[in-house]
């Protein structure tokens, strides 16, 4: 599975296994490329950086972009993870163990990917913002949704942290998740 049948999936209602985790993702790798050619079309001009600045920004976004379409890929794997730990048998005190650790750890993976990628979508939140005043002026209404793009990912991948901390049982691990949202605030 590629971004692309992710994205095909999050367009289908009937489609149960792909969510806001996945939406983060997308919304991320949306707001990389639309800061991305805000800074293209800021360079040659005198918007306050240099064309060098502009090109390392757009690399990092690209970089970025890179990984936000494997995170949207990632949590989908990662909510299948949890269905396929609740599908363990549970007959015995053994099997009910098992079964325990399983959602457990599937929960921390499905806690971990959107908190990469929330945490992603604030770098690219900030470097939007960062270029509000230092980009041609023209693609102003680009950049901001770029720049709304990313906050509907930091809040959609927070969301879905959150959602998941419950199937975390271990304290110190989900004291960790919460210094990390808190950190997103």
Request: net charge negative; hydrophobic share 40%; proline share 2%.
């Amino acid at each position: 599975m590629n971004y692309k049948d992710i994205l095909d999936l999050m367009l289908d209602e009937n489609d149960f296994t792909v969510g806001g985790g996945c939406a983060s993702a997308i919304a991320g790798a949306m707001a990389t490329g639309l800061i991305g050619m805000v800074a293209n079309l800021s360079k040659g001009k005198d918007y306050g950086y240099e064309d060098e600045k502009y090109d390392a920004i757009i690399k990092e976004l690209n970089e970025m972009k890179a990984k936000f379409l494997e995170g949207s890929v990632n949590d989908n794997k990662a909510y299948l993870l949890i269905v396929n730990a609740y599908k363990l048998p549970k007959s015995t005190e053994e099997e009910k163990q098992k079964r325990r650790k399983a959602i457990q750890n599937a929960g921390i993976e499905a806690a971990k990917v959107p908190l990469s990628n929330a945490l992603l979508n604030k770098r690219t939140y900030d470097i939007g913002r960062d270029l509000l005043e230092k980009s041609n002026p023209a693609a102003v209404t680009d950049l901001q949704a770029g720049i709304d793009l990313a906050k509907v990912g930091i809040d959609a991948g927070c969301a879905n942290v959150l959602a998941n901390i419950p199937l975390i049982k271990d304290e110190k691990i989900v004291s960790d998740f919460n210094k990390e949202l808190e950190s997103l605030d």
